[in-house]
């Protein structure tokens, strides 16, 4: 059983990837540079010689395609939430959100 992951400080930017990866419907209009600066808060993320991106988020290691065009196809989407969700990230996007309140 995975613990749910640490409160990370995402600005407004990346909770707005958040929830249109969550949005349904689909959203189309997500850019792959909002992505990868989401990812990089999350987790991290390798950019290899032959164009796959190496993405770790918890204990979980994805690969991914850059897109053809500046926005992820609905395919993309689909396989950010399973890793997203997989990772204990999830469309309850305000528990993943450290307020900054206590320091």
Avoid: C
Avoid at 3 to 13: D, I, M, Y
Avoid at 66 to 93: C, F, N, S, W
Wanted: hydrophobic share 35%.
């Amino acid at each position: 059983m995975s613990s749910a992951p640490e409160p990370v400080s995402l600005n407004n930017h990346h909770r707005d990837t958040l929830v249109k990866i969550f949005q349904h419907p689909t959203s189309h209009n997500i850019e792959w540079n909002d992505v990868v600066s989401l990812l990089t808060v999350t987790g991290s993320i390798d950019e290899h010689r032959d164009g796959k991106f190496e993405v770790h988020l918890e204990t979980e290691v994805r690969y991914l395609d850059r897109p053809k065009h500046k926005d992820i196809d609905v395919q993309m989407v689909v396989d950010l939430r399973h890793m997203l969700t997989d990772a204990g990230y999830g469309p309850e996007v305000d528990r993943l959100i450290d307020k900054g309140a206590e320091d």
